[in-house]
């Protein structure tokens, strides 16, 4: 089944304490990236990546990092998290080619006390 | 920085009644796309306009695409409790860059 695995789904942590979410798809797809979604806001990107060792920044990038060694896998870095990282994550990705529409997980909520 | 927005943000309806959304900017996309999201769950893909002035159906809602490619609406007709659920619209971005701008998502719930 095509599919965009996000894990943890549910995560608890404290300030300062570095955690990785990890994103994987099964599907091909050049085009990964990561959004949050908040209350009021809809989604916003954090990062992208058009291809493996390819990663840029998207609206709202600090306090995040990305790497994208393998095609499958985009994890997702918080160095020192802090409570205005609490939110609703999801990975997406796409084909990378124009119009093609984005697939995402089923997000990860983050909570940072 | 682009913005799509949507409006209205919170719908709530008896069954059997019709409703639209609509989402506006003042950018001009390459193709606009309708997502729902339902409860734990990401965003997943009802359907994609391309050309300024298209109609698309799609059982019971229909999506229009602005003449200019600003606008989009999506007009659900004699709406469900199955329809309840958030409507995000997203505009494409594919010239010299490749990006995704999402409106601020319509929450639509439908009473039996």
């Known amino acids: 089944e095509a599919q965009v695995t996000q894990n943890p789904r549910y995560l608890i942590t404290v300030t300062g304490k570095k955690l990785t979410v990890t994103c994987s798809q099964n599907?091909?797809?050049?085009?990964m990236s990561w959004y949050r979604q908040d209350p009021g806001l809809g989604l916003r990107q954090i990062y992208y990546?058009?291809?493996?060792?390819?990663?840029d920044k998207g609206d709202v990038p600090e306090g995040y990092k990305v790497s994208r060694k393998e095609k499958r896998n985009f994890p997702l870095i918080l160095e020192s998290p802090s409570p205005n990282q609490t939110s609703l994550y999801f990975c997406?990705?796409?084909?990378?080619?124009?119009?093609?529409?984005?697939?995402f997980g089923n997000g990860t909520r983050l909570t940072v006390t | 920085t682009q913005l799509l927005e949507q409006s209205p943000q919170f719908l709530s309806i008896q069954e059997g009644e019709n409703l639209t959304v609509y989402c506006n900017s003042s950018?001009?996309?390459?193709?606009l796309q309708w997502y729902r999201q339902e409860p734990g769950e990401g965003p997943v893909l009802l359907v994609t306009?391309?050309?300024?002035?298209e109609v698309k159906k799609l059982k019971r809602l229909t999506f229009q695409f602005g003449d200019a490619r600003k606008d989009s609406s999506l007009h659900i007709t004699a709406a469900q409790p199955g329809d309840t659920g958030l409507y995000l619209c997203?505009?494409?971005?594919?010239?010299?860059?490749?990006?995704?701008?999402f409106g601020t998502g319509t929450r639509l719930k439908v009473l039996a």
């Open positions: 306009v391309v050309t300024g002035g």
């Open positions: 599907m091909n797809h050049e085009y």
């Open positions: 950018s001009v996309f390459s193709s």
């Open positions: 990546s058009m291809n493996v060792e390819v990663t």
């Open positions: 997406a990705s796409s084909p990378g080619t124009v119009n093609s529409p984005l697939h």
């Open positions: 997203a505009g494409g971005l594919f010239s010299g860059t490749y990006k995704y701008i």
